[in-house]
């Protein structure tokens, strides 16, 4: 096939001249014959080389990309092709088809670049405001005072109460899970077996209760005690078994 002849300012960047080969040679850009194209896209840089050019990092990365995506063509293909087998093309089609759109939006804006040169308006016009007419014959102390008084009232019902007037109110007990893990495991270093709510004896707060029950998990985690029922099937009472009798580092516990 006869080379084509290309004018060097008829295009923009590396994916502009592809879009044009593709244009001139009446292909789909879904479907690119990429040895056609690659022969004319290295045929036109080689004129722009003649011609003394700078051809810029773009345009060489964009030729590595159709020299690899060729190769990959070439290769021979299995026999049982899969869902999973990706056309090299893919990528290439995908950034032509958003620089496609970039350019046809260019052409949109384009046209409407001037519409507003052509329409004229008026600028506002100044409204004058007559002065304020102030009645300096009741601003006297007393009323003073009295707007004083109602300002900080408003603002006083917008402050939030301080820290101090909740306390007898709302009780916020804190209760380490690791000191709950040592008092069950020191309960169970002279019995190997206890029943579940006896771990809950001496409790005097939910929140030490909430611990408790959290301090068991995590003994049950570290395979320190193990927990069964009764043979009769009776869950209300289940019975707890120590199953290590080795110390441990309590500090390992996450309060």
């Given at each position: 096939?006869?080379?084509?002849?290309?004018?060097?300012?008829?295009?923009?960047?590396?994916?502009?001249?592809?879009?044009m080969l593709i244009r001139k040679n009446k292909v789909s850009i879904y479907d690119?014959?990429?040895?056609?194209?690659?022969?004319?896209?290295?045929?036109?840089?080689?004129?722009?080389?003649?011609?003394?050019?700078?051809?810029?990092?773009?345009?060489?990365?964009?030729?590595?990309?159709?020299?690899?995506?060729?190769?990959?063509?070439?290769?021979?293909?299995?026999?049982?092709?899969?869902?999973?087998?990706?056309?090299?093309?893919?990528?290439?089609?995908?950034?032509?088809?958003?620089?496609?759109?970039?350019?046809?939006?260019?052409?949109?804006?384009?046209?409407?670049?001037?519409?507003?040169?052509?329409?004229?308006?008026?600028?506002?016009?100044?409204?004058?405001?007559?002065?304020?007419?102030?009645?300096?014959?009741?601003?006297?102390?007393?009323?003073?005072?009295?707007?004083?008084?109602?300002?900080?009232?408003?603002?006083?019902?917008?402050?939030?109460?301080?820290?101090?007037?909740?306390?007898?109110?709302?009780?916020?007990?804190?209760?380490?899970?690791?000191?709950?893990?040592?008092?069950?495991?020191?309960?169970?270093?002279?019995?190997?077996?206890?029943?579940?709510?006896?771990?809950?004896?001496?409790?005097?707060?939910?929140?030490?209760?909430?611990?408790?029950?959290?301090?068991?998990?995590?003994?049950?985690?570290?395979?320190?005690?193990?927990?069964?029922?009764?043979?009769?099937?009776?869950?209300?009472?289940?019975?707890?078994?120590?199953?290590?009798?080795?110390?441990?580092?309590?500090?390992?516990?996450?309060?």
């Open positions: 096939m006869e080379q084509l002849k290309f004018k060097l300012d008829s295009f923009e960047g590396p994916l502009d001249l592809l879009l690119i014959p990429i040895s056609l194209i690659l022969d004319q896209y290295l045929a036109v840089m080689n004129e722009m080389k003649e011609m003394d050019l700078e051809i810029s990092s773009e345009f060489l990365v964009l030729a590595a990309t159709l020299l690899q995506i060729k190769s990959k063509m070439l290769l021979p293909k299995p026999e049982e092709e899969t869902d999973d087998d990706i056309d090299p093309r893919e990528e290439l089609v995908r950034r032509l088809t958003e620089y496609k759109k970039v350019k046809e939006s260019i052409g949109f804006f384009k046209e409407r670049e001037n519409i507003g040169t052509s329409m004229f308006y008026k600028s506002p016009d100044a409204i004058e405001r007559p002065p304020a007419e102030l009645n300096y014959a009741s601003l006297t102390p007393e009323n003073l005072l009295l707007a004083y008084r109602r300002a900080y009232q408003r603002l006083e019902r917008k402050t939030p109460p301080p820290k101090q007037s909740f306390r007898g109110i709302v009780g916020h007990e804190k209760v380490s899970i690791r000191s709950r893990v040592a008092a069950i495991w020191h309960r169970l270093k002279t019995k190997t077996a206890t029943l579940f709510k006896d771990l809950f004896s001496g409790v005097k707060s939910r929140p030490e209760a909430v611990a408790s029950f959290l301090a068991s998990l995590e003994l049950i985690k570290l395979n320190k005690i193990r927990v069964e029922y009764n043979e009769n099937g009776d869950i209300s009472n289940p019975k707890v078994f120590r199953t290590d009798d080795k110390d441990f580092d309590f500090n390992i516990i996450e309060d």
